[in-house]
């Protein structure tokens, strides 16, 4: 049988009776300690912003291209062209993981927060209003595009895909359902702009280099390809151009959410919690006091 010391006074627990007496003898502190907690925790829970989370559901669309370009490039090469391989059948296709990547790199949160201006709204409580500068801050450090971006990836765009149907969410949230819903719309469009400018860009490229390689062509047979290869990558030039949701269908745009349709737990389930948390706190009070009052006897 183990030995074990015991304290005169102390029992090791406490009796439910011995609890009621303590809250009855004490009962203006059990009930003011109890009051505070609870307005404490319910203050809180009414300062905390509400949240509300705005989505577009959207797949990577299929732009228009020349399905000729592949067969073109394969014919230049039997002709022994040197530079033939050169001629990659860029296609202005966008994959799904592709799709997903662009709008999951910080290069794309980067140009949204500075296009849009995000880093005073980011940083409200650092930015003078009035006077449209930063205030000074303790340390003398400011806010950079870096901290913007931790912040709008960690706390405010959050991404979802279907790797079996294609669909792809870009969800925002944000303490305005009409903000949120505008930077949504607005995410993908910049997305949609960045993946548009890189295939105007490298069609211009292409036609460029196959000019050169026109020119320098001994064959008419070989310059006619190449010409055929130019206007396909014109076309593509024209589609991404004019175009619109040219790397994205859009499925659902985003639409601001209801006032009263906050993400956050509804206020009457917070304050249940801090009732409970109220009391766990007095309980926990008694039982100290019964041990403090035995330990006195």
Same mark, same amino acid.
């Given at each position: 049988?183990?030995?074990? +010391?015991?304290?005169?006074?102390?029992?090791?627990?406490?009796?439910?009776?011995?609890?009621? @007496?303590?809250?009855? #003898?004490?009962?203006?502190?059990?009930?003011?300690?109890?009051?505070?907690?609870?307005?404490? !925790?319910?203050?809180?829970?009414?300062?905390?912003?509400?949240?509300?989370?705005?989505?577009?559901?959207?797949?990577?669309?299929?732009?228009?291209?020349? $399905? !000729?370009?592949?067969?073109?490039?394969? /014919?230049?090469?039997?002709?022994?062209?040197?530079?033939?391989?050169?001629?990659?059948?860029?296609?202005?296709? @966008?994959?799904?993981?592709?799709?997903?990547?662009?709008?999951?790199?910080? *290069?794309?949160?980067?140009?949204?927060?500075?296009?849009?201006?995000?880093?005073?709204?980011?940083?409200?409580?650092?930015?003078? %209003? %009035?006077?449209? *500068?930063? !205030?000074? $801050?303790?340390?003398?450090?400011?806010?950079?595009?870096?901290?913007?971006?931790?912040?709008?990836?960690?706390?405010?765009?959050?991404?979802?895909?279907?790797?079996? *149907?294609?669909?792809?969410?870009?969800?925002? /949230?944000?303490?305005?359902?009409?903000?949120?819903?505008?930077?949504?719309?607005?995410?993908?469009?910049? +997305?949609?702009?960045?993946?548009?400018?890189?295939?105007?860009? %490298?069609?211009?490229?292409?036609?460029?280099?196959?000019?050169?390689?026109?020119?320098?062509?001994?064959?008419?047979?070989?310059?006619?390809?190449?010409?055929?290869?130019?206007?396909?990558?014109?076309?593509?030039?024209?589609?991404?151009?004019?175009?619109?949701?040219? +790397?994205?269908?859009?499925?659902?745009?985003?639409?601001?959410?209801?006032?009263?349709?906050?993400?956050?737990? $509804?206020?009457?389930? #917070?304050?249940?919690?801090?009732?409970?948390?109220?009391?766990?706190?007095?309980?926990?009070?008694?039982?100290?006091?019964?041990?403090?009052?035995?330990?006195?006897?």
């Amino acid at each position: 049988m183990d030995n074990v +010391a015991t304290e005169p006074g102390w029992t090791g627990s406490v009796s439910l009776v011995t609890l009621l @007496t303590i809250v009855r #003898k004490r009962q203006k502190q059990v009930i003011a300690l109890t009051i505070t907690i609870f307005l404490v !925790a319910a203050i809180v829970v009414f300062s905390q912003e509400r949240v509300y989370r705005a989505y577009v559901t959207m797949m990577p669309s299929q732009p228009l291209v020349d $399905p !000729a370009r592949m067969s073109i490039t394969s /014919e230049l090469l039997g002709f022994g062209l040197a530079d033939a391989g050169k001629m990659d059948v860029f296609q202005a296709r @966008t994959s799904m993981n592709e799709a997903f990547a662009i709008l999951d790199s910080r *290069t794309i949160s980067r140009r949204f927060i500075e296009t849009e201006g995000l880093l005073p709204i980011l940083f409200a409580d650092r930015w003078d %209003e %009035e006077a449209e *500068t930063w !205030a000074e $801050p303790a340390s003398g450090d400011l806010p950079t595009i870096d901290d913007a971006i931790e912040i709008f990836e960690r706390d405010i765009r959050f991404l979802s895909r279907n790797r079996q *149907t294609g669909f792809m969410r870009v969800n925002i /949230e944000w303490s305005d359902p009409e903000v949120a819903a505008t930077w949504a719309n607005r995410l993908v469009e910049l +997305a949609d702009e960045v993946i548009r400018e890189r295939d105007i860009r %490298e069609s211009r490229d292409s036609i460029r280099f196959l000019r050169q390689q026109a020119a320098a062509a001994p064959l008419e047979s070989v310059k006619r390809l190449i010409y055929r290869l130019i206007e396909s990558y014109s076309k593509t030039i024209m589609v991404a151009s004019v175009k619109e949701d040219y +790397a994205f269908a859009i499925i659902d745009p985003a639409v601001a959410p209801r006032i009263d349709e906050p993400i956050n737990m $509804p206020h009457s389930f #917070k304050l249940s919690l801090a009732l409970v948390f109220a009391l766990g706190c007095t309980l926990v009070f008694a039982i100290l006091m019964a041990q403090i009052e035995g330990e006195g006897h």
